[in-house]
């Protein structure tokens, strides 16, 4: 039977929905691979960041946009060393600024995906998956790629069958 890993970054608190900020007690991506393990199994690695964005919306958007225009590699609280023992990564995350926050990449440079299955998911507010399926493919080297999925933030909630759907059909 193959493993599944489910590593995401999300953000909960102040969050842009539908037009407007909101406080979200969970955060969409956190939602959307809980979702994910429920539906195939498998692992979730929550990435986070030693420095915590700010709780402000808007400042956070400004420095995730300083991050992807320095290509910041922010320090995580923890890291995974190898995925020797998993076969499905799904890498879960919003789309800032047109791609995953640069701290998903902290994590994917280290790890070795040859041979590995890859699929791409992220929540965004009316970008899709931007570039993200483009970034994951220059990151993760030597491993097939899944059919992507992006999902309306502000539709999660109603998402549970598109999502659970779709990762059963990845695996």
Known sequence: MEKNLI???????????????KNLEK???????????????GDLFEIETV?????????????????LRRKDRPELKQYLEQ????QNIFVCGPCWWGTYPMAV?????RLTFTGKKVMAVMTHEGSGLG???K???????????????????????????????????QV
């Open 105 to 109: 990449f902290s994590q994917l440079e």
């Open 83 to 86: 995925i020797d023992g998993y």
């Open 135 to 169: 970034d994951l493919r220059e990151v993760c080297k030597g491993a097939v790629f899944g059919k992507g999925l992006a999902v309306r933030g502000a539709e999660i909630l109603g998402a549970e069958k598109v999502i659970t759907d779709w990762a059963k059909d």
């Open 51 to 67: 420095k915590e964005y700010p709780a402000d919306y808007y400042q956070c958007t400004d420095e995730a946009k300083e991050e």
């Open 27 to 41: 955060g969409n991506t956190r939602i959307a691979a809980e979702w994910i393990q429920k539906a195939v199994g």
């Open 7 to 21: 590593l995401f970054y999300s953000r909960k608190g102040e969050n842009y929905v539908n037009g407007s900020v």
């Open 131 to 133: 570039s993200g399926e």
